[in-house]
């Protein structure tokens, strides 16, 4: 494989597929709304994680982010991770859980990590920068885990500039493709992971309904795609709506549970459900409880 970035040859309206195997990308160009960061509360954010022993711990291993350990302690109380697996990490930046999915995966582990910023995947793993809630963005995903091979093969071969016009020639014809005949990608999967919506809004409530969209919608994608026996990991904020996501766990999963890692804040109110043992295809119950999905 090159020694340098490479395209991966799909682009959609709202996502690009890259490999980082340098530093460098030809990201989408996608327009996010930031939160104003005063000086004081830089300043606190910076003092508590000077006295965090997991963000010490972090640094001194070289690992992206404090959250590393949460992965860990998961790891190693349900034993998700073995060699070989294909593992997607939703909202995978800055890395960290990334890095310890390539870490327990090898050798021949395959670990595809998506996020919405352009951000640099851990050597080893393969990076998608894109809206995982835009459909288009899922079906490219889906088109990647029938056919890795033949995907990063297309990468590789031809110089940059053949590899973006070919990318946005063939993305277009792609696109209408999936729109009339989705991709299937059953069974490609072993451990689905999603640590999406990193920063909290300050309001318990709102903070609380989003993880429950995103949750949802991944529970949703690792249907499609995780085979019998697979693993889900996701992070939550509690409220009033978790028992309904943990019922649909619990009619797809033979194990399903609650954890709150010891390198999470005890002042946060995020929490994790780990399901593991995938049932094989089956209806399970829709958001709100009622009817189902195949």
Sequence with gaps: MSTRSLQIGLRFSRGIFCSYVGSSCWPLQTTIKRTKVTKASSKRWVQRQGSDMYAREAKEQGLRS??????LEIDQSHKI?????TVIDLGFAPGSWTQ??????RPNGRVLGIDILPAAPPKGAIAVQGDFMSPLVQAG???????PDEVEKRAVEGDQTKQQESGQESGSARTREKQSAPASAVDTVDVMLSDMLMNTSGNAFRDHATSMDLSNVALDFALDTLR??????????????D????????????RVKREKPAASRGESR???FVATGK?????VESVKGGGGRG
């Design 279 to 283: 049932k094989k295809r089956r209806k």
């Design 228 to 241: 019998p026996g697979g693993s889900f990991v996701c992070k939550f904020y509690a409220g009033g709506e």
């Design 81 to 85: 991770f073995k060699a070989g697996q």
């Design 66 to 71: 404090r959250a590393a350990f949460k992965l």
């Design 100 to 105: 310890v999915a390539v870490d327990h995966t």
């Design 270 to 272: 995020e929490q994790y």
């Design 141 to 147: 995903i889906k088109e990647y885990l029938e056919n």
């Design 243 to 254: 028992s309904l996501l943990e019922r649909r766990l619990r009619s797809a999963f033979d």
